[in-house]
């Protein structure tokens, strides 16, 4: 995919499938804003990955369930190269514990973050993304499935799609909208704290019998802030190998 001249803030960026998402798209050709909210040294590390590949990144650092963090980072980006052609909403939280088990906290974070912070970057977009530009936000699978201690996650990621598909037909000005639904991927923070067993039955649950990789995820995003993915808009691309 073609991505010269394009500027692409991505949230969450800092690792994981965020950091995968950035670097693609930036050996793609964009100008890539790498945003975190408490992870510097690794933001820093994205953006000298990017650079030593021959691209161009900053790091911005916001959190996005704060209002005025998401103001100051999109004026930063236009700050820093001009304009914003695409979104990519990756930043998000999550907290697997049974319902009956979820403190209040546990239930505000997630929502603050994965929810209010694509609400609040989404109110940017409308007035900040440039014309014909794209916006993707990261849901996942979960949302159509019924695994337990994934009650409130899953429930903040099916807002995430909802919104998704009415903020395609507010927006206008020739920006499509749309998410992404990864399956379970290969992350260190997906890894943490699970057994080989959990693993190796969340692998048997898709088609392939493997986790994702990030770059499984990434390569998705690049398409859809490509020219070449215009006439997609308010849909929900279940990235999963057939999980769901």
């Known amino acids: ?71 100051n980072l999109f004026d930063k980006a236009i700050e820093a190269y001009g304009k914003i052609d695409v979104l990519v909403n990756n930043a998000g939280i999550m907290t697997s514990k049974l319902l009956k088990d979820c403190t209040e906290d546990d239930f505000n974070n997630q929502f603050d973050v994965n929810v209010k912070g694509v609400f609040n970057t989404l109110q940017e977009a409308d007035s900040k993304l440039a014309d014909n530009g794209n916006i993707i936000n990261i849901s996942s699978s979960t949302a159509k499935l019924m695994f337990p201690t994934y009650g409130i996650y899953s429930s903040t990621k099916a807002a995430v799609e909802q919104m998704t598909r009415v903020f395609s037909k507010e927006i206008g ?30 692998s048997g649950m898709n088609a392939f019998n493997r986790l994702a990789k990030p770059i499984d995820i990434a390569n998705v995003v690049v398409f859809l802030a490509s020219d070449e993915s215009k006439w997609i808009s308010g849909q929900v691309i279940g990235a999963n190998g057939a999980l769901v």
Do not use: C, Y
């Open 173 to 202: 000005r020739g920006i499509s909208v749309n998410a992404i639904a990864p399956g379970a991927t290969e992350t260190e923070l997906f890894l943490k704290g699970k057994s080989q067993e959990f693993i190796d039955k969340l």
């Open 1 to 71: 995919m073609n991505l010269e001249n394009k500027v692409i803030l991505v949230t969450g960026s800092s690792k994981g499938i965020g950091k995968e998402i950035a670097i693609q798209l930036a050996k793609n050709g964009a100008k890539v804003i790498v945003n975190h909210s408490n992870s510097e040294a690794e933001a820093q590390e994205t953006v000298d990955t990017i650079v030593k590949n021959g691209g161009a990144a900053i790091s911005v650092k916001a959190d996005v369930s704060q209002k005025t963090d998401v103001v």
